[in-house]
């Protein structure tokens, strides 16, 4: 699959999972905010960048315990260099980018939506936020 098309099935995976994110509560170890985004890629790209902690928690304590002292930044630079992710500027991104973002203080990973817009699972559905917002962006094919 070609990038262009990849990203228009990227852009379409996003759209789909902001829908089903408003249907239902969001299940720490099943679709957090990191699984949820690595559950869009996965659908794409055939990958899973999240495999290592699948199935290891089930909790806001736990997900904290499985990410270690150095935090969900690391696991996504982790991910980054294994998948060959490259760091963009923001202005950059397109649909299906992974970024880093402080949600209230809580580092939080969130998918570009469209460029300009990234959207994050929450408690209670999905959050947008404006490419201003996030700390790191990184391109993912």
Same mark, same amino acid.
């Given at each position: 699959m070609d990038a262009g098309l990849?990203?228009?099935a990227?852009?379409?995976?996003?759209?789909a999972a902001m829908d089903a994110a408003g249907?239902?509560?969001?299940?720490?170890?099943?679709?957090?905010?990191?699984?949820?985004c690595a559950n869009i890629l996965r659908q794409v790209?055939?990958?899973d960048g999240a495999a290592r902690f699948r199935g290891r928690y089930r909790t806001k304590i736990g997900a904290h315990r499985v990410l270690g002292k150095a935090g969900l930044a690391a696991a996504l630079r982790?991910?980054? @260099? *294994?998948? +060959?992710? @490259? *760091?963009? +500027?923001?202005?950059?991104?397109?649909?299906?980018?992974?970024?880093l973002a402080l949600i209230s203080g809580v580092a939080s990973t969130v998918i570009c939506r469209a460029p300009g817009?990234?959207?994050g699972?929450?408690?209670?559905g999905f959050t947008a936020l404006p490419t201003s917002a996030i700390r790191i962006i990184w391109a993912i094919v």
């Amino acid at each position: 699959m070609d990038a262009g098309l990849r990203r228009e099935a990227l852009e379409r995976a996003v759209v789909a999972a902001m829908d089903a994110a408003g249907r239902s509560a969001m299940q720490w170890g099943r679709d957090d905010c990191a699984l949820w985004c690595a559950n869009i890629l996965r659908q794409v790209l055939t990958y899973d960048g999240a495999a290592r902690f699948r199935g290891r928690y089930r909790t806001k304590i736990g997900a904290h315990r499985v990410l270690g002292k150095a935090g969900l930044a690391a696991a996504l630079r982790e991910a980054a @260099r *294994r998948h +060959k992710w @490259r *760091r963009v +500027k923001p202005g950059a991104e397109l649909p299906g980018d992974i970024g880093l973002a402080l949600i209230s203080g809580v580092a939080s990973t969130v998918i570009c939506r469209a460029p300009g817009w990234f959207v994050g699972r929450n408690e209670a559905g999905f959050t947008a936020l404006p490419t201003s917002a996030i700390r790191i962006i990184w391109a993912i094919v």
